[in-house]
């Protein structure tokens, strides 16, 4: 049976199908998850690098707490290859299953770790290893997870389900935001640096036993044939040259995503020099920003004959728009006009990613479909996005220049743009 035969099958409803409300909550609430993590750690960088790395210089412990941010992307390629070659070989369940607990036990890494004070490098190292599974883990979450919401259900509503993964992001970076803006304005800078600021990580975890219930409940879209080759091994023989490009396309995104989104908190605090209460409103804005757009874009996917034309003008537009955009956040800095620049840029990306991630699934066949999604967007933002947040606060603190964010995006924009250009695609219906 060819790929092509698989996938139509794989979207034909059997008796059993689990409905669009739970299958979308299912395979969106493990990436919700750690998305609402990493948000967390991003608002409270400032307070987690006082805490865990004390230097001398200010931007020496903001530094050294976005690289313990940044270093657990450098296990998500690992994360990728291992959990996405798993979720070929034995399901997109079974991956999924084990992708959650990993978070879990990441999670709560990070709740209970000492301080620096309490343990020296002991409490640094407890955070780092909290960091580096929550990594390996959404390496594969992502691949397995969209790869269900693709394969389940009609292929007229393909857009939609699979909005939802990057949908669910704008409601944890919501949600992160919220509590951090809330865990500021009620409790004292003591309280919060003594222990107000492990709340919001072990309230995340509140919702982990629900997604393990739903996610054990789901139907299996995809098992492979006792005899199947490697899908590592095939992916990299035959599809080597789209994994690249598709590394290369998802890196506008990714960096945008984790700039604009995650460190713009930071960057209102330490460079437009706003009070942290305020800037957190930022997290809340793009947050609904990602909801709304990932939803709008999703639908247009649908509807689009072809969907590259909408990944094209998102990238152009962006290319055109973010100089400007962060030259008048220095110019004229004020929380409304950070706020609606924000969320322009936000809108902008997020209209191409759901048809961007479309484009990629639908030119791997469902026999490494997951593996290949899983390399392509781990690598890509280890690679691009993971250190992001660490190059343009190196970039700042060495050159002054506040405008550092925008031109690291400019680059990226352009990169993308290329390997966009370059992808055929392949429509399955």
């Given at each position: ?65 976005v ?7 450098v ?60 990594g ?78 739903i ?43 984790y ?32 909801l ?23 990238l ?11 030259w008048?956040?220095?110019?004229f ?26 484009v990629?699934?639908?030119m ?46 400019l ?19």
């Amino acid at each position: 049976m060819n790929d092509v035969t698989l996938d139509a099958a794989a979207a034909v409803p059997t008796p059993a199908r689990q409905s669009q409300f739970r299958l979308i909550a299912a395979c969106s609430i493990g990436n919700a998850l750690e998305m609402y993590d990493f948000t967390v750690y991003s608002f409270f960088a400032i307070l987690i690098g006082r805490l865990f790395f004390p230097s001398d210089s200010p931007y020496g412990s903001l530094l050294l707490a976005v690289a313990t941010f940044g270093i657990g992307f450098v296990m998500r390629p690992l994360g990728g290859l291992v959990i996405g070659s798993y979720a070929d070989r034995r399901g997109r369940k079974a991956a999924m299953t084990l992708t959650i607990a990993l978070m879990v036990v990441g999670t709560l890494c990070i709740a209970f770790a000492p301080t620096y004070t309490q343990a020296g490098v002991a409490g640094s190292l407890v955070l780092l290893a909290g960091r580096l599974l929550q990594g390996f883990s959404l390496g594969g979450e992502i691949g397995a997870s969209t790869s269900m919401l693709m394969e389940s259900g009609p292929a007229t509503q393909r857009g939609f389900r699979v909005s939802w993964q990057l949908g669910s992001q704008g409601i944890s970076a919501l949600l992160g935001a919220l509590t951090g803006a809330l865990l500021y304005a009620t409790l004292t800078p003591a309280a919060l640096e003594n222990w107000g600021w492990r709340l919001p990580f072990l309230g995340g975890l509140l919702i982990a036993p629900v997604g393990l219930y739903i996610r054990s409940k789901l139907d299996e879209t995809h098992e492979a044939e006792p005899d199947a080759p490697s899908p590592l091994g095939t992916l990299m023989r035959e599809h080597g040259s789209k994994v690249v490009k598709g590394i290369l396309a998802v890196t506008a995104g990714t960096v945008g995503m984790y700039l604009v989104v995650f460190f713009m908190p930071t960057y209102m605090i330490r460079v437009l020099k706003m009070p942290p209460s305020l800037s957190l409103l930022s997290g809340c804005a793009t947050g609904i920003t990602m909801l709304i757009a990932s939803l709008v874009s999703g639908r247009l996917a649908d509807r689009l004959t072809r969907r590259k034309p909408l990944v094209m003008a998102a990238l152009v537009f962006n290319l055109l728009a973010v100089v400007p955009a962060f030259w008048l956040m220095t110019r004229f800095p004020s929380v409304p006009l950070v706020l609606l620049l924000s969320v322009i840029l936000t809108a902008a990306s997020n209209l191409g990613s759901t048809p961007m991630l479309l484009v990629l699934m639908e030119m791997l066949p469902i026999s490494v479909r997951a593996s290949g999604l899983s390399v392509i967007y781990s690598v890509g933002v280890t690679v691009f996005g993971g250190s992001s947040q660490f190059i343009v606060t190196w970039l700042i603190a060495k050159t002054g220049n506040p405008l550092a964010p925008a031109l690291y995006m400019l680059a990226c924009g352009f990169v993308t743009l290329l390997a966009v250009w370059s992808i055929r695609e392949r429509r399955i219906s």
